[in-house]
């Protein structure tokens, strides 16, 4: 059974997200990133997916994640990738994680 599945989007935030999150977060501009994924599963029991989120000109790649996934027999077996960018400083001057 082969299925193919594709989905794009803009990652939108607003005014009250740099409120919330500060200054050094990363929602400092006026534009988001655009976000993609695919996912493929050319067989029953394999699965094979990529996601990405890039800047809107295409600039820059700050999130990938490859992954296929088989299963055989109740065992499954995944192997993946993950590229994150370095994040922007997340706590920025006033603002205290509560962790």
Same mark, same amino acid.
């Given at each position: 059974?082969? +299925?193919?599945?594709?989905?794009?989007?803009? /990652?939108?935030?607003? $005014?009250?997200?740099?409120? &919330?999150?500060?200054?050094? *977060?990363?929602?400092?501009?006026?534009?988001?990133?655009?976000?993609? +994924?695919?996912?493929?599963?050319?067989?029953? /029991?394999?699965g094979? $997916?990529?996601?990405?989120? &890039?800047?809107?000109?295409? *600039?820059?790649?700050?999130?990938?994640?490859?992954?296929?996934?088989?299963?055989?027999t109740?065992?499954?077996?995944?192997?993946?990738?993950?590229?994150?960018?370095?994040?922007?400083k997340?706590?920025?001057?006033?603002?205290?994680?509560?962790?």
């Amino acid at each position: 059974m082969e +299925a193919l599945h594709a989905s794009a989007s803009a /990652n939108h935030f607003t $005014s009250q997200d740099r409120t &919330v999150f500060g200054l050094g *977060s990363g929602l400092d501009g006026t534009k988001s990133d655009l976000v993609g +994924a695919i996912v493929f599963q050319p067989w029953d /029991n394999l699965g094979l $997916s990529y996601q990405a989120r &890039v800047e809107e000109d295409l *600039s820059n790649i700050n999130v990938q994640e490859a992954f296929a996934t088989s299963v055989w027999t109740g065992f499954q077996v995944s192997l993946g990738y993950v590229y994150l960018d370095s994040e922007p400083k997340r706590w920025s001057r006033g603002c205290h994680s509560t962790n």
